[in-house]
């Protein structure tokens, strides 16, 4: 087991890449606490963690808050123990048209994305620095490295993801924590219109070298890599588990 004794917070956990990484990491040994705003979603994670063997509990919080942030690495602390691995990957999309974005649209997807990975970051490291140890991994987007049409606000989050885990790279290496990037496929009930849409399906797979669709679980294995201690010397890295969209 990779993870063996590791505790983690997942956030983002009631669906999709979160929910796959949560049921990876408590298989590979981890006790993980799996937060989301989703009650229902994140309790049926939690079950889906526990039947494959492992150990998880649901904690309900708004990553934009960060005293709510502090709260659920409290609980992980309470219930596991010094936390080890911090996945910051809760997410929204509020997709418009930048002329028709409104003020709200482009706030809510900063607060939940930016601040959310920012809040996770600081929460984190205060924690770990004392330790000198811990995996901190953020979830950037192709959308955040290139730019995308209708989603300035998420795009905009997205790059910024990228540049706060290479500065909190270059401020807590010195303590042994390592903060990577994960750029994951299209593969979460956001991302679904895209995969499931014949206009805009076939246009997609073709940016794939791969082309085909990648799979949560998939997504997951990079995170799984990057919390290991196969990953200790990584770190300020954007890991690409995309299919070669990215080529």
């Not at 959308?143 to 905009?156: D, E, K, P």
């Not at 679904?192 to 082309?211: C, H, N, S, V």
Request: hydrophobic share 45%; proline share 2%.
């Amino acid at each position: 087991m990779r993870l063996n004794g590791k505790a983690a917070v997942v956030t983002g956990a009631a669906q999709g890449i979160g929910r796959a990484v949560v049921v990876a990491f408590a298989r590979e040994g981890a006790r993980v606490v799996a937060v989301d705003l989703n009650e229902v979603g994140g309790t049926e994670t939690v079950k889906l963690a526990r039947e494959g063997g492992g150990e998880a509990q649901f904690f309900r919080a708004d990553v934009s808050q960060l005293a709510e942030v502090e709260a659920m690495l409290d609980a992980c602390e309470k219930a596991y123990g010094p936390v080890d691995v911090m996945v910051n990957n809760a997410g929204i999309v509020r997709a418009a048209m930048l002329h028709k974005m409104t003020e709200q649209q482009w706030d809510e997807v900063i607060a939940v994305h930016l601040k959310g990975t920012w809040a996770g970051i600081h929460a984190a490291a205060k924690r770990m620095i004392p330790l000198k140890r811990g995996r901190i991994i953020n979830v950037t987007s192709g959308a955040g490295l290139r730019g995308t049409i209708g989603q300035i606000n998420y795009s905009s989050a997205k790059m910024g993801i990228v540049g706060a885990t290479k500065s909190a790279a270059r401020e807590l290496g010195r303590y042994n924590i390592t903060v990577n990037c994960i750029s994951p496929a299209a593969v979460t009930p956001m991302t679904e219109t895209i995969r499931t849409d014949p206009r805009f399906e076939q246009k997609y797979l073709e940016r794939i070298a791969l082309g085909r669709w990648g799979s949560a679980e998939e997504m997951a294995a990079g995170f799984v890599f990057l919390a290991s201690d196969e990953a200790s010397y990584v770190t300020g890295h954007v890991l690409r588990v995309d299919g070669g969209m990215a080529i």
